[in-house]
């Protein structure tokens, strides 16, 4: 992937080697040996997935096929040996790029998103202690207390791409006029649902040791996560601590965000027209996002690339043209970050939808009527994922 992203390796090279790779691993799957080789078949998968999701989506993109055996892999996994920890962060990274997916219109069909709706993918029966991640070093209950307000919130935000993908594939007639009207106060109930769900689980699981506020409030990142560092360790910063630990602090507040911004907006064609009223909740969402992710360049405290999705909602979903720019400067400033040309896709499609949105304007309409999946779709600018 490094090789062909840096011109040194044809792409077509490395999907015929994919091709190849999970013909033999759909022959493994079906192994009578399959516990010996379930280990390499999950490390394997999870590095195809990776990869297909670092490039774009078209007929020979495989991502979920990988997402699917992964799926039946885990599975099997925790039938057999129901704690099975050391797997428990690659399965939450590829549950949220399949979420991340499903957000983005793409449907892994009986992927990890579905199992974990159904509760198959972290078993509620496994003890909270063989739960912890293994970056962690302490014990302490108020230290689980965050591991599962982090948990939870993807659990949240999975239950908004399982139902984002069922309205989008809802199918009625625009002509039948009061069927439509009934189909979107149908649809405004179930958001308003989610939403009433999202904050009371904003209100019971956020953590007593975590800070309510805005974690830039401050000004300085790091002063906050040193705060709720030594609240549950009652250790120093450097004692201990691991930057996947402020990953996962700032993970919950983006989760937030990301929920209140897309749940606003991006649910259904024309969203925010009908519900004017949600435009300050959007807006506030979108600054939060964006002093979060320059907080996070400026002091270094955790990995810029979890702001990608983020960072591109905010830009898609404000009104300012200011706060507009500050999104797609921020995504530009993503790219060479990572693995993957992902950050400049996602900033593409921005200055597109945005652009998209001015002519709107100008032809006398609304920016709120352009619809960022649509656009993608139309342009053939679809991406699963804004920052690996």
């Avoid at 974690?215 to 609240?231: C, F, I, K, M, N």
Wanted: net charge negative.
């Amino acid at each position: 992937m490094s090789l062909h992203h840096n011109g040194l390796a044809q792409r077509q090279d490395a999907l015929e080697r994919i091709d190849q790779t999970t013909a033999l691993l759909s022959q493994s799957v079906r192994s009578t040996e399959f516990d010996l080789h379930s280990d390499g078949l999950f490390y394997l998968h999870f590095i195809l997935l990776v990869y297909d999701a670092c490039n774009p989506l078209d007929e020979d993109n495989l991502w979920h096929r990988h997402v699917q055996y992964l799926r039946q892999t885990i599975l099997t996994r925790r039938r057999q040996w129901p704690s099975q920890t050391a797997l428990d962060n690659m399965v939450g990274f590829a549950l949220w790029l399949d979420v991340q997916a499903a957000l983005t219109g793409q449907d892994s069909g009986a992927g990890l998103l579905r199992a974990h709706m159904s509760n198959d993918l972290f078993p509620a029966s496994m003890p909270l202690a063989e739960r912890r991640p293994s970056y962690f070093i302490g014990t302490g209950d108020r230290e689980m207390e965050v591991v599962t307000w982090g948990k939870e919130s993807l659990t949240v935000m999975s239950k908004l791409g399982a139902l984002a993908l069922s309205m989008r594939s809802e199918q009625h007639s625009p002509h039948e006029s009061q069927a439509a009207q009934q189909v979107l106060l149908g649809r405004q109930r179930i958001v308003r649902q989610f939403q009433i769900e999202l904050y009371e689980h904003w209100g019971q699981l956020h953590p007593a040791s975590v800070p309510r506020e805005h974690p830039v409030a401050s000004g300085h990142l790091p002063t906050w996560t040193r705060y709720v560092y030594d609240s549950v360790s009652g250790d120093s910063f450097g004692g201990g601590f691991h930057i996947d630990f402020a990953d996962l602090l700032i993970q919950g507040f983006l989760t937030l965000s990301i929920c209140a911004m897309y749940s606003n907006t991006s649910m259904f064609s024309g969203q925010l027209l009908r519900n004017a009223g949600a435009r300050p909740e959007v807006e506030r969402h979108c600054q939060n996002v964006l002093d979060m992710a320059e907080s996070i360049f400026r002091e270094g405290a955790s990995d810029p690339r979890v702001t990608g999705f983020a960072l591109f909602l905010a830009g898609y979903s404000a009104t300012d043209y200011d706060t507009k720019i500050r999104a797609i400067n921020l995504l530009q400033a993503l790219e060479g970050r990572g693995i993957s040309r992902n950050a400049k896709r996602g900033r593409a499609l921005l200055i597109a939808v945005c652009e998209e949105q001015r002519q709107r304007v100008l032809a006398g309409g609304r920016a709120e009527e352009v619809d960022w999946l649509v656009f993608a779709r139309a342009r053939n600018m679809e991406t699963l994922d804004f920052g690996l």
